[in-house]
T-cell receptor, first 112, second 112 residues
Framework: DAGVTQSPTHLIKTRGQQVTLRCSPI?????VSWYQQVLGQGPQFIFQ???????GRGNFPDRFSARQFPNYSSELNVNALLLGDSALYLC???????????FGPGTRLTVT | KQEVTQIPAALSVPEGENLVLNCSFT??????LQWFRQDPGKGLTSLLL?????REQTSGRLNASLDKSSGRSTLYIAASQPGDSATYLC???????????FGKGTKLSVKP
């Protein structure tokens, strides 16, 4: 079975631009979470969606938004990019929100 | 507020040595705890999941223990190999939002 997939793999954007990252969960998983990992740190929680509803939000500004589609895939949007948004963005899926989470390969975002 | 700490931050050992990685958390009200492996620039690979009612889990050369009352978990790696070189991350699931809270990781280097 395919694992969690994310696209694109790498992305370079300019300050002030907007970006959309995509995630497809493992088949049958209904929960998707997004994390941001800056170099040398552990991942930080951004959002969780379960059955297309937002179940949790981390301490990130309103420039960050997400949604989950009927097929349980998800998008993370970041507006008005700042240099500090440069990071590895990780998506994780699980059967339900408290179960084991499986991570995708991540999207490396560089903001110049 | 849940905080997760991993000690040491980095560890270098010769091949064949047994080793222990430590993880501590401040709030014992957790659903589960996961140990992950991360290779440079890559996503996270789940190694072991311990439910809050369990004391330990084993997979091959890996053994993870959990002591909820003291807020501690350890990951034991037997007969280490150069291929075990990676960053190991500990994360707790508090259940309220279903999100994982991560430590900063232990960077392990196993020398041939």
């Amino acid at each position: 079975d395919a694992g969690v997939t994310q696209s694109p793999t790498h992305l370079i954007k300019t300050r002030g631009q907007q970006v959309t990252l995509r995630c497809s969960p493992i088949s049958g998983h209904k929960s998707v979470s997004w994390y941001q990992q800056v170099l040398g740190q552990g991942p930080q929680f951004i959002f969780q969606y379960y059955e297309k509803e937002e179940r949790g939000r981390g301490n990130f500004p309103d420039r960050f938004s997400a949604r989950q589609f009927p097929n349980y895939s998800s998008e993370l949007n970041v507006n008005a990019l700042l240099l500090g948004d440069s990071a590895l963005y990780l998506c994780a899926s699980s059967l339900v929100d408290t179960y084991e989470q499986y991570f995708g390969p991540g999207t490396r975002l560089t903001v110049t | 507020k849940q905080e997760v700490t991993q000690i040491p931050a980095a560890l270098s050992v010769p091949e064949g040595e047994n080793l222990v990685l430590n993880c501590s958390f401040t709030d014992s009200a957790i659903y589960n705890l996961q140990w992950f492996r991360q290779d440079p620039g890559k996503g996270l690979t789940s190694l072991l999941l311990i439910q809050s009612s369990q004391r330990e889990q084993t997979s091959g050369r890996l053994n993870a223990s959990l002591d909820k009352s003291s807020g501690r978990s350890t990951l034991y790696i037997a007969a280490s190999q150069p291929g075990d070189s990676a960053t190991y991350l500990c994360a707790v699931n508090g259940g309220s939002q279903g999100n994982l809270i991560f430590g900063k990781g232990t960077k392990l280097s196993v020398k041939p």
